[in-house]
């Protein structure tokens, strides 16, 4: 009888625990005590809203701008041939140089973020997903708030505007902030809630674009003068909520061990992440999600170059 005991302790030691409340995921140890903290503590969607309506309202009108800018300061036009709706003649004449800008500002924003989100993703499983997200949404407001110091300098030429991109490139920009996101919905829900909290992030993405494009033309209407330079500060401000956000309210998922914290630039951060991806899966789990990558891929690279054109 005992030697049954032991053998029946010894399989249920390699059984699963059941769930009684608490959301385990590596070094992610989350409470209900925890969680009910206050009501927005696991609440990333409302940093996710702040970001895209903030993302959404200024870009929608950099084409423009850019459009003005260079028929004013490059071929000193004045303002009233300048000004929105152009000329097809001046659209023609300025389109060149706008989309050159345009295509570097996407290019860059793009291409190192996205190296640098290679290891953010397998950072934050041992170090937390505050920081980064933090990071990425202050460089972004910073980026912001440089499109509007140099809108009202006078005469400055549109590559300069490249500038406002830095803060981008050097904090993981909206990649960053789209991984930890929804890494953070995983932290939070069960396997059983996690796909419909997936399904509501993008809801939240497709009420801000919807709100943001929306919002644009009556907020160019109450704004007078320097209508640009207000929307460049608004998105700022907005991204500075997100930050203050998620800094006071949002609660982290990762408790961090002191022996299991992790240097940013290490090379098994790439190589899990690829291990992860390229893992063998039953039904064909690989294969479809190889094939979602490419889809995905595809789909940012078709509305990117629409956004350049």
């Given at each position: ?46 940093a ?24 004013k ?48 993703g397998?950072?934050s ?41 830095i803060p ?7 990649c ?84 299991q ?28 999600v ?7 891929a ?12």
């Amino acid at each position: 009888m005992e030697n049954e005991k032991d053998t029946h302790n010894e399989h249920s030691k390699l059984l699963p625990k059941q769930s009684t409340g608490s959301i385990t995921r590596r070094n992610v140890i989350i409470s209900d005590s925890e969680v009910e903290d206050h009501c927005f503590s696991t609440s990333v969607e409302i940093a996710i809203l702040l970001f895209f309506f903030a993302k959404v309202l200024s870009d929608l009108l950099m084409t423009n701008f850019l459009e003005f800018v260079t028929c004013k300061n490059v071929y000193h036009y004045n303002n009233s041939v300048c000004t929105d709706p152009i000329s097809p003649y001046i659209e023609n004449l300025v389109q060149p140089i706008v989309a050159n800008v345009t295509m570097v500002r996407t290019l860059t924003e793009a291409f190192f973020p996205s190296l640098f989100v290679l290891l953010v993703g397998p950072w934050s499983d041992k170090n937390g997903r505050k920081p980064f997200l933090l990071l990425s949404l202050f460089g972004l407001s910073l980026s912001y708030a440089f499109w509007g110091f140099l809108s009202v300098i006078p005469n400055i030429r549109p590559e300069l505007f490249l500038l406002a991109s830095i803060p981008v490139v050097l904090t993981g920009g909206p990649c960053t902030v789209f991984v930890l996101g929804y890494c953070y919905v995983c932290d939070v829900t069960t396997i059983d809630e996690r796909v419909l909290r997936m399904a509501f992030l993008q809801f939240v993405y497709s009420i801000a674009n919807l709100f943001g494009a929306l919002s644009l033309p009556q907020l160019f209407k109450l704004l007078v003068h320097f209508q640009y330079t207000s929307i460049f500060f608004i998105s700022s401000g907005l991204l500075m909520l997100a930050v203050i956000f998620v800094s006071s309210c949002l609660s982290e998922t990762i408790i961090v061990q002191e022996d299991q914290g992790t240097k940013f630039f290490q090379l098994e951060h790439i190589e899990e992440l690829f291990a992860v991806c390229f893992k063998e899966r039953p039904f064909h789990g690989r294969i479809i999600v190889l094939l979602i990558c490419v889809g995905l891929a595809i789909t940012v690279f078709v509305n990117q170059v629409l956004s350049v054109v």
